[in-house]
């Protein structure tokens, strides 16, 4: 299901090009995977960007990019123009800007993930970086290991065409049913900024809530 929305929402976005922002972790690499095996996608005219990465080289096992080109990248006949984050950049202040830099004004599609405390691309609770209104990507250090990385802002999330949160497992479920609530908490549960998204969530994640299509 995740799959077949992404395809979609590439053709959609027509011959213009796609502006397409992955996120990383394990529950969209199977998505990323099958996206892989659609056919008749123009990926010649698709900018992939990312959402957040760790502070580590770009082949790395807890790399985003390195996931993403694993899943996908290396997968595909044509080849998109992929926008890297330079996790591995010792500074990471100057590693952040010149990302903004390269970040369009306007993602075509933004595919987020959500950890079990509600984090959302490294947007962690109670983060400063919840509260940034003018930079779009910003160096963060992060409750969990490897702590120093590089995210998008709420800005981003804000101003995209597209979001899709892709969700699974039942430790994420409580975190789920408070992101989508009539007036979610941001600092509590930050995937709260991407509410009005498309989320697609399997049975697990989705168990909490009152009605649900789940995958």
């Not at 099958?34 to 992939?48: C, K, N, Y």
């Not at 957040?52 to 694993?70: C, G, I, K, L, T």
Request: hydrophobic share 45%; net charge negative; aromatic share 4%.
């Amino acid at each position: 299901m995740a799959a077949a929305e992404l395809a979609q929402q590439i053709r959609a976005a027509g011959a213009g090009g796609c502006a397409l922002s992955l996120s990383g972790g394990s529950t969209p690499r199977r998505a990323y995977e099958l996206l892989a095996a659609e056919s008749g996608l123009a990926w010649d005219r698709v900018d992939v960007y990312f959402g957040d990465e760790r502070a580590v080289r770009p082949d790395d096992p807890q790399s985003n990019y390195r996931m993403v080109r694993e899943a996908l990248l290396d997968r595909l006949a044509g080849a998109p123009r992929v926008h890297r984050m330079e996790g591995e950049a010792a500074d990471l202040e100057a590693a952040a800007r010149r990302y903004e830099e390269e970040l369009p004004d306007r993602l075509d599609v933004l595919v987020l993930g959500m950890g079990a405390d509600g984090h959302t691309a490294s947007l962690f609770p109670g983060s400063p970086a919840l509260r940034e209104a003018r930079r779009r990507v910003v160096p963060v250090e992060a409750p969990a290991a490897p702590p120093r990385r590089l995210t998008i802002t709420p800005p981003v999330i804000a101003a995209a065409r597209q979001v899709i949160v892709i969700v699974s497992g039942a430790d994420k479920a409580a975190s789920v049913a408070r992101a989508l609530e009539d007036e979610p908490d941001v600092e509590a549960v930050p995937a709260a900024l991407a509410r009005e998204g498309l989320w697609l969530l399997d049975r697990a994640a989705a168990g909490r809530l009152a009605t649900c299509n789940s995958e």
